[in-house]
């Protein structure tokens, strides 16, 4: 019987998500369909018991309901716990384990992409919030040496930072203060909106002061090459943008659905075509 799989969230009538699930299913021959499901805040809990009534394999959890989904499932993966986000739900006979690829698909997507070891690495990220967060857990799992913050607000990186039980060095910095110290990382990641569509001429934070041989990465893929992050370039860095990102939390969340991890290249092609941007 064909399984259905699928993603809540709201909005969600731009997801890319049921194109590139779609395709890998497809490709591999699984009898197996993915959909984008429009889900209020209020229909969250009734949304849920419709996963286990219908016998729906797995979704995704996307904006708003990553951290509210949580009290509804029956188990919560480690990571997803630490992080207080889901993104990622497997009906397993009936029990709905969530897990969070979201952090974990950003470093699988960074270390494969720029070939970057990430152990004793020194990293700023840009951003605290929920983004942020699980990039956070993921980066100081994968054994980075100092995992920064900066923010417009400071104070929310510093909560961050507190809220967090991992074990890596870490400060707070406004974006100034980060400015002013910049050539100090390796790795800089912006995790805020700050560039997307349509303020396509804003930059989260100035580069000047930023090493030639710096790994630059934006989680935006829309632009996919945001103003910011071709400025990196242009200063010698090494870039990234956010499609890698996108596909590998996807990925992640199809392996653990399926049990087989798909074809992550031939997933970008798929995105980066219906994003309008080049195939090669
Ligand atoms: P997400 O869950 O997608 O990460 P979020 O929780 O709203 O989204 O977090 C957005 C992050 O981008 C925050 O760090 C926010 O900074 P504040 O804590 O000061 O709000 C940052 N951000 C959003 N818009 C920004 C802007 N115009 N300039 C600088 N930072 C911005």
Redesign the pocket.
């Known amino acids: 019987m064909k399984q259905l799989y699928g993603v809540i969230g709201c909005p969600i009538h731009h997801s890319l998500s049921p194109l590139m699930h779609n395709d890998a299913f497809q490709q591999l021959g699984i009898d197996a369909h993915y959909h984008a499901f429009h889900v209020e805040k209020e229909k969250l809990p009734a949304a849920i018991q419709g996963i286990k009534a219908l016998g729906i394999a797995g979704v995704n959890v996307t904006?708003p309901h990553k951290t509210a989904v949580i009290p509804f499932l029956d188990e919560i993966d480690e990571m997803a716990r630490r992080i207080g986000a889901v993104n990622t739900i497997v009906n397993e006979n009936g029990r709905l384990i969530g897990y969070n690829t979201d952090g974990p698909g950003f470093v699988r997507a960074l270390v494969e992409e720029t070939k970057t070891d990430i152990q004793g690495k020194r990293i700023l990220l840009?951003?605290?919030?929920?983004?942020?967060?699980g990039i956070y857990f993921a980066l100081a799992n994968a054994e980075a040496e100092q995992i920064d913050i900066c923010?417009?607000?400071k104070s929310?990186?510093e909560q961050l930072i507190e809220a967090s039980d991992v074990s890596v060095a870490s400060h707070a910095y406004s974006?100034e203060e980060a400015e002013a110290r910049l050539s100090q990382y390796e790795i800089i990641i912006n995790?805020?909106?700050?560039g997307l569509y349509p303020d396509v001429e804003?930059m989260?934070l100035s580069l000047m002061n930023m090493n030639e041989n710096t790994v630059v990465s934006d989680i935006i893929y829309n632009p996919l090459e945001t103003k910011w992050l071709k400025e990196a370039r242009q200063k010698g860095a090494m870039v990234q943008n956010g499609v890698g990102m996108f596909v590998y939390q996807g990925a992640l969340a199809f392996e653990k659905w399926t049990g087989i991890f798909p074809d992550v290249e031939r997933m970008k092609q798929v995105v980066i075509q219906q994003l309008g941007g080049a195939t090669c």
């Open positions: 904006i840009i951003g605290a919030g929920g983004a942020a967060r923010n417009r607000t929310n990186a974006l995790t805020t909106s700050v804003a989260p």
